[in-house]
């Protein structure tokens, strides 16, 4: 479920500098590169508008891919604070096992349900009978 560390100096200099320090600088990184591709890319498409530039499909594609991005990066932040907050806040471990057992399975849900969300579309096809059927396709396409 969780890694325990000796109660030595040893022990606690791994767990704060080596497990807790190490993550949450990884995770502040990863969050920080998030937010300057945002800056970035809000104006570059405020360049591309005041410029007349038609980039609309791929200011989407982009915008998409970049949700995508930081929403899945949200969800590993939120495995981190269970595991090094929620678990350490009890004792018990049928309460230590939940928040374990519910942060991965949130953290997969919700990349999961990204992908559906921002991936795939509907659309319907007309069928030679004159009736349709929904196709659900995806976005995800090769980079030329």
């Known amino acids: 479920m969780q890694w325990e560390f000796s109660a030595t100096p040893c022990g606690n200099f791994v767990s704060f500098y080596i497990d807790f320090l190490a993550i949450c600088s990884f995770f502040t990184t990863e969050i920080l590169i998030d937010l300057i591709v945002l800056v970035i890319f809000s104006q570059k498409v405020k360049h591309w508008r005041m ?6 499909k791929t200011n989407r594609r982009e915008m998409r891919m970049f949700a995508q991005s930081s929403l899945a990066s949200l969800g590993f932040v939120y495995m ?43 659309s319907s096809t007309p069928r030679l009978n004159g009736t349709t059927r929904t196709v659900i396709t995806s976005r995800i396409t090769q980079m030329p």
């Open 80 to 122: 981190l604070v269970s595991f090094q907050f929620f678990t350490g806040m009890t004792t018990d471990l049928f309460w230590k096992f939940f928040h374990t057992t519910i942060a991965w399975q949130l953290s997969h849900c919700t990349q999961g349900a990204v992908i559906l969300v921002l991936e795939i579309r509907k």
């Open 51 to 56: 410029t007349g530039g038609n980039q609309e």
